[in-house]
């Protein structure tokens, strides 16, 4: 059973930087690919960053802001920099295993919040 679980969400101000991190468990033998969404209040989940085939691809809000990373073990990253108050929407991480990717539909739990104000 696979699961992820991000965390690192939180209270920022505008300018300022946060790491979202996302610890994958269970069979991750066929994992190809990593990602990140977020939804803001009243709007449509978007793409924010994503790694699939040894390829990285940022929305273009957040390019030259937003970092996606994995490094060794189950967990990767989203390092935000020169935050935004547009930024602000709760950020989930997903996964793709073979060719299916783990988060579908419309309920895809609680993610994490970030809240970007001064």
């Known amino acids: 059973q696979v699961q992820v679980q991000e965390s690192g969400g939180g209270l920022v101000q505008p300018g300022g930087s946060l790491r979202l991190s996302c610890l994958m468990s269970g069979n991750l033998n066929s994992l190809v690919g990593m990602a990140w969404y977020r939804q803001a209040s009243g709007k449509q989940r978007e793409l924010v960053a994503s790694i699939l085939g040894g390829r990285t691809n940022y929305g273009d809000s957040v390019k030259g802001r937003f970092t996606i990373s994995r490094a060794n073990g189950n967990t990767f990253y989203l390092q935000m920099n020169s935050l935004k108050s547009e930024d602000t929407a709760v950020y989930y991480c997903?996964?793709?295993?073979?060719?299916?990717?783990?988060?579908?539909?419309?309920?895809w739990g609680q993610g994490t919040q970030v809240f970007v104000s001064s």
């Open positions: 997903n996964i793709r295993i073979g060719g299916v990717w783990y988060r579908r539909g419309d309920d």
